[in-house]
């Protein structure tokens, strides 16, 4: 069993950044690839990215590569997602989630966090 609590969300001006963390419960934490997904209102859940187990591995959705930067830290137990020149359409509730295997779909993660909004003006 793996407890997800993101933080780090909040309002931000388009051009800005922040850095969004996910701090995991339990021992086995260090096993799991973990992902971040997004959904705005009226959309379905998107692929935001993802990293393997060890961290050498990783993966981002078009729309955020070159921008966003996932990383872990498996001695803290956390894993997080620097997201830089924010754009309006980045407006979302982010979410983390742990998977066995490191994948782009949602239904591969097993456990999810409860969400932090991310609101960007323009």
């Known amino acids: 069993q793996v407890q997800l609590v993101e933080s780090g969300g909040g309002l931000v001006q388009a051009g800005g950044s922040l850095r969004l963390s996910c701090a995991a419960s339990g021992r086995t934490f260090s096993t799991y690839a973990m992902g971040w997904f997004r959904q705005a209102p009226g959309k379905e859940r998107e692929f935001v990215a993802a990293?393997?187990?060890?961290?050498?591995?990783?993966y981002y959705a078009d729309s955020v590569k070159d921008r966003f930067t996932i990383s872990r830290d498996n001695a803290k137990n956390t894993v997080y997602l620097q997201m830089n020149s924010l754009k309006p359409e980045d407006t979302a509730v982010y979410y983390c989630a742990a998977a066995r295997s490191q994948t782009r779909l949602a239904r591969g993660y097993d456990y999810w966090g409860q969400g932090t909004q991310v609101t960007v003006s323009s």
């Open positions: 990293i393997s187990w060890s961290g050498g591995s990783t």
